[in-house]
């Protein structure tokens, strides 16, 4: 049957109310050296579960702290945490509104000076060079239970799920891409084993209910092989697949050139071809027209507005009501990174509505 925005659907027990997901985006400078949540992030993700989604996964959230991408970003890496974290929760909740959150481990991409990576591998980006430190197999199993601990955490914190972090070129992905990782041991010939076990230890720990599905990327480094990873990963019993960019230095983004939406959103509809789980497209739609025309053309479950719904916190609300959205004006480098005040996206859009 054809897949409409309005649908609601089931993950487990989590009814989702509509097609429309707010995907994770980190809010950096909104916390500090505790990772522990503000008032900024409960008022954020309250407009955006008052704004109509049908599904919000809040922002990468680490596991560890040697494992941040910066030192002001959200952590469920202690108890401590769990408190700020259940503000979230009940905020979104009392607005009708599922969360997840993504917990995440950055691996060589992280902040840390000697930071792990499952090989030697050596990361170029914008003329500097890193090596990441190999890991051991008690590296392996600390991070491991790290993520195990981190999902207990966010049950304790009232999550309907968690989303494991697993592509963007982070820790997970670094296991999966085959150029990133030569190991001659088990976690080399077993790409997807570092997440199975950890989805294993999940699932002993967490009500039957409780959902937990990854972010994977498609091109790892080739579409065939994220479907491959997809595959592995639905028969061990993952619950959903939120399909974006895997390794990005290593991939090879593929797509039929009549193909009207990004190479990612082609790879997520392939994937869903091949799968029966539900499955997640992301990556440059900005109106409604576009979240509808990627359900028409390719099948998948759910569409991730992730900068427009930055733009416009009630997105999923005017879609759906044939409203006026606003859209991300795609600057070169996104302002919510740095100064969320300064989104020319949302000014535009406060300005027109002045003006109305
Ligand atoms: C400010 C910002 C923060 C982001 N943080 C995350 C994150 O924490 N985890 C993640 O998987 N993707 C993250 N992303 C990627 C988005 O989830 C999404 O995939 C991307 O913005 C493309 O979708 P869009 O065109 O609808 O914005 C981030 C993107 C932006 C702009
Ligand atoms: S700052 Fe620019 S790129 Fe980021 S959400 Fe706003 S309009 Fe889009």
Same mark, same amino acid.
């Not at 309005?6 to 916390?31: E, G």
């Given at each position: 049957?054809?897949?409409?925005? %309005?649908?609601? $659907?089931?993950?487990?027990?989590?009814?989702?109310?509509? +097609?429309?997901?707010?995907? @994770?985006?980190?809010?950096?400078?909104?916390?500090?050296?505790?990772?522990?949540?503000?008032?900024?992030?409960?008022?954020?993700?309250?407009?955006?579960?008052?704004?109509?989604?049908?599904?919000?996964?809040?922002?990468?959230?680490?596991?560890?702290?040697?494992?941040?991408?910066? #030192?002001?970003?959200?952590?469920?890496?202690?108890?401590?945490?769990?408190?700020?974290?259940?503000?979230?929760?009940?905020?979104?909740?009392?607005?009708?509104? @599922?969360?997840?959150?993504?917990?995440?481990?950055?691996?060589?991409?992280?902040?840390?000076?000697?930071?792990?990576?499952?090989?030697?591998?050596?990361?170029?980006?914008?003329?500097?060079?890193?090596?990441?430190?190999?890991?051991?197999?008690?590296?392996?199993?600390?991070? %491991?239970? /790290?993520?195990?601990? /981190?999902? +207990?955490?966010?049950?304790?914190?009232?999550?309907?799920?968690?989303?494991?972090?697993?592509?963007?070129?982070?820790?997970?992905?670094? $296991?999966?891409?085959?150029?990133?990782?030569?190991?001659?041991?088990?976690?080399?010939?077993?790409?997807?084993?570092?997440?199975?076990?950890?989805? #294993?230890?999940?699932?002993?720990?967490?009500?039957?209910?409780?959902?937990?599905?990854?972010?994977?990327?498609?091109?790892?480094?080739?579409?065939? *092989?994220?479907?491959?990873?997809?595959?592995?990963?639905?028969?061990?019993?993952? *619950?959903?697949?939120?399909?974006?960019?895997?390794?990005?230095?290593?991939?090879?983004?593929?797509?039929?050139?009549?193909?009207?939406?990004?190479?990612?959103?082609?790879?997520? !509809?392939?994937?869903? +071809? &091949?799968?029966?789980?539900?499955?997640?497209?992301?990556? !440059?739609?900005?109106?409604?027209? #576009?979240?509808?025309?990627?359900?028409? &053309?390719?099948?998948?479950?759910?569409?991730?507005? !992730?900068?427009?719904?930055?733009?416009?916190?009630?997105?999923?609300?005017?879609?759906? /009501?044939?409203?006026?959205? !606003?859209?991300?004006?795609?600057?070169?480098?996104?302002?919510?990174?740095?100064?969320?005040?300064?989104?020319?996206? +949302?000014?535009?859009? %406060?300005?027109?509505?002045?003006?109305?």
């Amino acid at each position: 049957m054809k897949k409409v925005l %309005q649908d609601h $659907f089931f993950i487990r027990n989590t009814r989702i109310r509509n +097609r429309i997901c707010v995907p @994770p985006m980190v809010c950096y400078h909104w916390t500090d050296d505790s990772g522990i949540v503000s008032d900024r992030h409960v008022e954020h993700y309250r407009a955006m579960a008052r704004g109509g989604a049908g599904l919000i996964i809040q922002e990468a959230t680490c596991i560890t702290q040697e494992g941040r991408l910066a #030192d002001s970003q959200l952590g469920i890496w202690d108890d401590s945490q769990i408190a700020g974290l259940r503000r979230i929760t009940e905020a979104v909740h009392a607005e009708g509104c @599922p969360i997840f959150v993504q917990i995440h481990h950055a691996g060589i991409v992280g902040i840390a000076e000697h930071a792990l990576c499952p090989d030697a591998y050596t990361l170029r980006q914008g003329g500097t060079e890193k090596t990441g430190v190999k890991m051991q197999q008690e590296d392996i199993a600390r991070i %491991q239970q /790290a993520f195990i601990d /981190a999902a +207990r955490r966010a049950y304790e914190a009232g999550y309907d799920g968690v989303e494991l972090h697993g592509c963007h070129s982070y820790l997970m992905c670094q $296991f999966l891409n085959s150029r990133v990782n030569h190991r001659d041991d088990r976690y080399g010939k077993n790409p997807e084993l570092f997440i199975t076990e950890i989805m #294993d230890g999940i699932r002993n720990i967490v009500p039957e209910d409780f959902v937990m599905g990854i972010r994977l990327g498609a091109f790892e480094p080739t579409l065939a *092989d994220g479907i491959r990873h997809a595959k592995a990963l639905e028969a061990h019993g993952i *619950d959903f697949l939120d399909i974006s960019y895997g390794f990005t230095g290593e991939a090879e983004p593929e797509k039929p050139a009549d193909f009207p939406y990004k190479d990612v959103i082609y790879a997520a !509809g392939e994937m869903k +071809r &091949q799968v029966s789980v539900p499955v997640f497209a992301v990556n !440059g739609m900005r109106v409604a027209e #576009d979240a509808r025309g990627v359900l028409a &053309q390719t099948d998948v479950d759910m569409v991730d507005i !992730g900068r427009s719904t930055l733009v416009n916190p009630a997105w999923a609300a005017d879609a759906l /009501a044939g409203r006026d959205t !606003g859209k991300c004006l795609d600057c070169s480098v996104c302002r919510w990174r740095i100064d969320a005040d300064q989104c020319a996206g +949302r000014k535009l859009l %406060q300005y027109k509505r002045q003006m109305e």
